[in-house]
């Protein structure tokens, strides 16, 4: 901290001693001025205390015309000026003393004095005085420093409230992402969902087609805002595709390179769907998805998975998938399930094993209730699954019943 | 009342039923476990410690101060621990453990066993012994250390490569790309898990420039088969050569 550049104020009717006392201070590199009288001085000190820059020290002589240094250094204590004071005494007079030291006098020295004497006591009370005005400094920085803090939290605050307002939405948004709010002709649908983060990249959709309809799910690695934007934009593709009518394999393709054009480099599975009613037949198309379950209608039939391979989503990569083209009777069912349903993982406590449900598990969680409504075989399913993980979550958890009508319906 | 006993493989406490003797026992439990399994994260351990303590207080014993609360912190395995709290009430009902978390935020009933139930591996009441087990597994703090030799860069993930250390993979990954070592091994032997955001970050990486055109390489060694079996369903397998498989984990 820069040393700050002191006055000190010297009463004194002897304008030679004055200026001799002035002398004997120029080490100290302060301001000096003299005053020829009490009254001189306490107007100079009693202006000087109203600026920005009072005096620091007031030495005094006590023997001084108009109005004498004791009476000096009462009427600035009346006037609450405070200002360190050496009075310089000649008298010996012990009582004045006494008053002086009482009436807020900070040192003396008696007449005649060596320069030694005056620099000791001037050093002791300028060192005091400098450490205030360090120490008030410094408050004065800490001060604007809060000051300065408080309103950079405060804007913190209202960029936080901004943002934090964009993620509600984006998370509203997400959550309807997975709403199918349009009944399609021809379809049963249950969807169970369970989301790891408020944000995240899993969503289903479904589009009416001339002769059945498409069903899309998708995972879009990661839970975050990033995740949920490459889900809407693939939602908005596929909705786009309604018109267009691409099948699974061509849609991926030219939804890879839209992801890979955006730039993401995120990772997405997803599974394509296109049912046939007046055909009976459906096509599945997978991107690194797991495979659908089919539960026919007659319980005779075991529950079997759809299986069919390809690459995944996202990536200036080299594609290639395949598609499984079956045919259905009506009240058949599929079962389509993102990686978090087959991925739950149940751990023994005392061995650490972990067993993990995989495809084949919720097969036979399927297999156990398929005998129910679409709805209850969903949910209970939903439930099976969650409780042999002990309801640990490693990843957004949907899964999806279709019933199958086969009736064609005509698309308006 | 405040007792405290530790032995080479367990630390047991006995402590009258206050909610602030619960915060000395999870200090306690912290510092013990810390002396086995450093480079481990504790908060599952600590969250399902203090959740089945607080349920003892509050509801094993009703807060009656006069009765007794005993825990025992049982070290099992590698960052495996075998936590049981004995209480001197009722006893809790098994079907309590498999409560869920309830999915709105507004739901005001107890989360505190369904959040144990969630960080523990397994929850188990004997309501006769008035005991509560917990099985715990820490988490291992991923890190990555990385070495170059003629050519090579080897870098070992300790730990699993999740979305909370993408950033760090990332940054390790670009350090090789920007290197001069034509080759990368990934040392997975201590890794069990990648999820798709760090399948991402690889795939990434594979697709630029150089390593794309074969020029240079990435290899994977001692991948258990978990992680083989994530490479191949992804077709990972078609980018990133895997060597000396490892055992599953």
Redesign the interface.
């Known amino acids: 901290m820069d040393k700050i550049r002191l006055r000190i104020l010297i009463a004194d009717d002897e304008s030679g001693a004055a200026t001799l006392t002035g002398a004997m201070l120029t080490p100290f590199k302060a301001e000096i001025t003299t005053a020829s009288n009490g009254r001189e001085a306490l107007e100079l000190l009693t202006r000087a205390s109203e600026t920005e820059s009072p005096y620091d020290l007031l030495i005094t002589d006590i023997d001084m015309p108009v109005m004498r240094g004791d009476e000096l250094v009462a009427t600035l204590r009346e006037r609450s000026i405070p200002i360190p004071i050496l009075a310089i005494t000649g008298t010996g007079d012990k009582q004045l003393l006494v008053r002086l030291m009482r009436s807020g006098v900070t040192e003396y020295l008696d007449k005649p004095f060596s320069v030694q004497d005056l620099r000791e006591r001037v050093s002791t009370i300028l060192e005091k005085v400098q450490a205030a005005h360090e120490q008030k400094q410094l408050a004065e920085d800490q001060h604007w420093r809060v000051v300065s803090m408080k309103h950079e939290l405060e804007q913190y605050e209202q960029h936080f409230s901004e943002i934090r307002s964009q993620v509600d939405f984006a998370i509203s948004t997400y959550r309807s992402l997975t709403e199918i709010r349009d009944g399609i002709p021809g379809l049963q649908c249950a969807i169970q969902s ?1 989301p790891y983060r408020d944000l995240g990249g899993d969503f289903c959709a479904v589009n009416p087609m001339p002769h059945g309809f498409d069903f899309l799910l998708v ?1 879009v ?3 975050d805002m990033g995740a949920s934007y490459i889900a809407v934009l693939i939602k908005a593709f596929f909705e786009e595709n309604r018109k267009i009518g691409k099948n699974g394999e061509d849609f991926f393709l030219a939804l890879n390179s839209a992801l890979a054009s955006n730039g993401s ?3 997405c ?1 997803a599974v394509f769907l296109r049912v046939d009613n007046e055909q009976q037949s459906f096509e599945v198309t997978c991107a ?1 998805h797991p495979a659908p379950i089919f539960v026919a209608k007659d319980f005779t039939i075991p529950a079997t998975m759809v299986e069919t391979t390809g ?2 989503l ?5 594609l290639s998938f395949d598609t499984s083209k079956l045919s259905f009777s009506p009240g058949d069912r599929l079962v389509l399930y993102t990686d978090g349903v087959s991925t739950l993982t149940r ?4 061995s ?1 094993q972990r067993t993990i449900l995989g495809s084949d598990g919720l097969r036979a969680l399927i297999e156990a209730e398929r005998h129910l409504p679409l709805t209850e075989m969903m949910e209970m399913t939903s439930v099976k699954a ?2 042999f993980a ?6 957004d958890l949907m899964i999806i019943g279709l019933e199958l009508s086969g009736e064609p319906h005509v698309q308006h | 009342m405040f007792s405290i006993n530790e032995s080479d493989t367990m630390l047991s406490f006995r402590i009258s039923s206050t909610m602030d003797l619960v915060d000395r026992v999870i200090g306690s439990m912290t510092g013990y476990v810390e002396n086995f399994d450093q480079g481990y994260g504790m908060n599952g351990l600590t969250i399902v410690a203090r959740e089945l303590l607080v349920n003892a207080v509050e509801h094993g014993n009703k807060g009656d101060k006069q009765l007794e609360i005993g825990a025992v912190l049982e070290r099992i395995g590698i960052g495996r621990y075998r936590l049981a709290i004995t209480d001197q009430g009722e006893g809790l009902a098994p079907e309590r453990l498999s409560e869920p978390l309830p999915l709105e935020s507004t739901t005001l009933r107890s989360r505190g066993l369904a959040l144990a139930n969630v960080h523990a591996d397994e929850i188990i009441s004997d309501p006769t012994k008035k005991t509560v087990t917990a099985f715990v597994t820490l988490t291992r703090n991923s890190h990555f250390s990385s070495t170059a030799q003629n050519g090579v860069m080897t870098i070992a993930p300790q730990g699993d490569i999740t979305a909370t250390v993408a950033d760090s993979f990332r940054t390790v990954l670009l350090a090789w790309y920007d290197s001069d070592n034509p080759e990368l091994i990934l040392e997975m032997s201590e890794t069990r898990d990648m999820d798709s955001v760090c399948l991402s970050v690889l795939v990434s990486l594979c697709n630029m420039p150089g390593v794309a055109q074969g020029n240079r390489h990435i290899r994977l060694t001692n991948a258990s088969v978990d992680l083989v079996n994530l490479m191949t369903l992804t077709r990972l397998t078609r980018l990133i050569e895997i060597t000396s498989q490892g055992s599953s984990k």
Not at chain 1, 314 to 318: E, I, K, L, S, V
Not at chain 1, 347 to 350: A, F, N, S
Not at chain 1, 390 to 395: N, S
């Open positions: 369970l995972d690695a990661g839970h480099g995120r990772m599975c690194s690459t995944p996202g990536f200036d990569a080299p751990v023994d406590g005392m650490g969650l409780s002990r309801h640990r979550l490693a990843d």
